[in-house]
């Protein structure tokens, strides 16, 4: 009976290469595929980073100018109670008792 070692002849072992070598090539064209699509899918990426920053962009600039407007509010929210504090302060120490 044959040992698997004798089965194995140089003309099957050359084939065994040629047949290795082809699936060999076959992993390096998928892998190829595979750059391709990381490739586009990294500009995508690159392309949604910039959106959501100019969002991001849009949103702030929406909260400076809220900010602004409650500043605005504050200031005059102060002046107002130290107007009505003066007005009562001033009411009191004029009027005789």
Sequence with gaps: ????????TDERLDDLN???DR???EVDRRFDEVDRRFDRVEGDLRELRGDTKAGF??????FDTLNARFDALQ????????GIGAGVIGAVLVVPH
């Design 75 to 82: 200031r005059t929210l102060i002046l107002g109670f130290a």
């Design 57 to 62: 962009d849009g949103v702030n600039s929406h």
């Design 23 to 25: 699936r060999f090539d």
């Design 18 to 20: 040629v047949n290795i």
């Design 1 to 8: 009976m044959p040992t698997v070692r004798d089965a194995w």
